[in-house]
Each structure stands twice: as structure tokens, then as C-alpha cells.
């Protein structure tokens, strides 16, 4: 947690691109939300043309929807900020412009969700999660921050 899934079209990104964008949304989730950069993951799923619809019509070719499910806690500034950072960052890396990328944050308690066999903590209480996690996935997840 967080998940980011970003839906395009087939082709529509790159390997390099995609590459860029995870370590962009990583950043920003860590820059912004403050959490550690071993919990973002970030997912890629096509939508094939004619599956995507705006208004009855057929979703522009070059549309980009990104759903990100991060912790309650965050500030309706800090959601903001991400949102805005993530739109204007994947628009530089994929040269979409913004108004063909959406953005969607939904929040859910920490406690609701089971990552590395465990309950994640809220916003704030990671340092003392993290001190109870076994010695073992301690030393993996450093190697990940």
C-alpha cells in the first residue's frame, strides 16, 4: 500500500516508460505521503480499444487513468499535491497531455490491509511496525528503501 494501477491502451507505453513512471509514483508517494518507498507498488493492466468509454463515447486514444488506494491520513493538501505532481509527471513522460490523464486517490484504513504477512499501520506508525516485523524481512525490505 499504496497500489497505483495505471490503465492505457496496448503499445500505448513503453518498457522505458513504464519503468520511469513506477520510480515517478514511487518518489512522489514518498516525497509526499511520507511513507516508506517499499510499500508503493505500481501495476500496468491494458484496456483494449473500444473497452474504455467517457460519456458514451470511446475514451481518447492516448488517455491515461491512474487509481491510486494509499492509506487514510493524508491531508486533502498532500492528496492534492500527488495527484497534481502525478499528472504533470507522467504527462513529461509519456507526452500525454493532461487533460487525457486522470487521476483517482481512494483512501483505506492501514489496518485493513495485509502486506509482507502483516497489518500495515497508519500514516505516521511506521517506524514502530516495522521494529516488530521479523529480522529477516527487516534486512529485505532496507534493501528496498
Not at 81 to 92: K, S, Y
Not at 93 to 115: Q, R
Amino acid at each position: 500500500m499504496p497500489t497505483y494501477v495505471c490503465w492505457t491502451r496496448p503499445g500505448q507505453l513503453f518498457q522505458e516508460q513504464q519503468q520511469d513512471i513506477a520510480t515517478a509514483l514511487t518518489n512522489a508517494h514518498h516525497e509526499i505521503a511520507r511513507a516508506p518507498r517499499y510499500f508503493v507498488q505500481v501495476i500496468f493492466q491494458s484496456i483494449d480499444q473500444g473497452s474504455h468509454f467517457i460519456a458514451g463515447a470511446p475514451a481518447a486514444h492516448n488517455q491515461i487513468w491512474v487509481r491510486a488506494d494509499i492509506r487514510a491520513g493524508r491531508t486533502p493538501e498532500q492528496k492534492q499535491n500527488l495527484m497534481f505532481r502525478i499528472c504533470r509527471e507522467l504527462g513529461e513522460i509519456t507526452g500525454t497531455p493532461k487533460e487525457n490523464i486522470w487521476v483517482y486517490i481512494s483512501d483505506i484504513p492501514g489496518p485493513s490491509v495485509l502486506e509482507f504477512g502483516h497489518l500495515l499501520p497508519n500514516p505516521g506508525e511506521e517506524e514502530s511496525w516495522f521494529q516488530k516485523l521479523p529480522t529477516d524481512l527487516q534486512d529485505e525490505l532496507r534493501t528496498k528503501a
